[in-house]
């Protein structure tokens, strides 16, 4: 499976090494690292990864989440807590087939301070919560190493489908045209837009489109644009057609 494992502002260079090394017991070899607080590099990340060298020294760097997403169909993040306007995170053992049926999946982890913040989490189609104990501390190589195991080694059914959904930037794209019809109509205000949306990534990214599909609604919001924008010049020429200029000449 072409798994990539994305590293959200990782602060500690041991975490990333060791992140690597669980990768590599699991068979993933696609490490991708947010604006790293640290060099990924270092001599204790190398440490770290042991034999899982060579994959740490081929992961590639982004400065943005968006970026490192642009090419993945499904994205899964991670996080331990329930968000407001967000779906409830997931069992991974449930997220499986979805993840086995894509053709690029990503897995997701944040910080190791405070996980994933709600606008990552948006960018994501789906989350996942590691069960645990009372006690829920893990550190980020054994969470990247656990969900990994369940997407790439834990048994499973046949998946219930087979599609090749769109990327994770065409979604993106997808969102802001929608935000920006959105206000081009009034169905939202600056105030209430961002949960507006957030209502909308959930229904749409549970739609689980496909790239034509997905040109197919953003067709349908240029021609909502197209038409609020002629029905305004068509009012402005009205009224700047005065009504002595307007009106049939008397007869004498």
Request: charged fraction near 25%; charge should be neutral.
């Amino acid at each position: 499976m072409n798994l990539a494992v994305v590293l959200v502002s990782p602060k500690t260079p041991g975490n990333i090494g060791a992140a690597a090394r669980a990768m590599l017991n699991m068979g993933a070899h696609d490490l991708r690292i947010v604006a790293p607080r640290c060099d990924p590099l270092d001599s204790q990340a190398l440490a770290m990864a042991v034999h899982a060298s060579d994959l740490l020294r081929s992961a590639r760097v982004y400065p943005t989440l968006r970026e490192a997403l642009a090419d993945r169909d499904v994205s899964v993040g991670t996080s331990a807590r329930i968000r407001a306007d967000l779906p409830a995170p997931r069992h991974p053992a449930q997220v499986r087939p979805l993840v086995r049926a894509a053709s690029a999946p990503a897995l997701v982890f944040g910080p190791e301070e405070t996980g994933l913040i709600n606008s990552d989490l948006e960018q994501c189609q789906v989350t996942v919560r590691v069960p645990t104990g009372d006690y829920a501390s893990l550190n980020l190589a054994q969470a990247v190493l656990l969900v990994c195991y369940e997407f790439l080694q834990a048994q499973d059914d046949t998946p219930a489908y087979d599609r090749k959904t769109a990327t994770r930037e065409e979604m993106e794209a997808l969102y802001g045209h929608l935000h920006e019809t959105m206000h081009l109509i009034g169905y939202t205000d600056a105030v209430r837009a961002r949960h507006t949306l957030r209502l909308w990534r959930a229904l749409l990214d549970r739609a689980l489109m496909s790239s034509a599909e997905s040109r197919l609604f953003r067709g349908f919001l240029r021609q909502v644009q197209w038409k609020v924008e002629d029905a305004g010049k068509r009012g402005a020429e009205r009224e700047s057609v005065s009504p002595s200029a307007a009106a049939e000449p008397r007869a004498e």
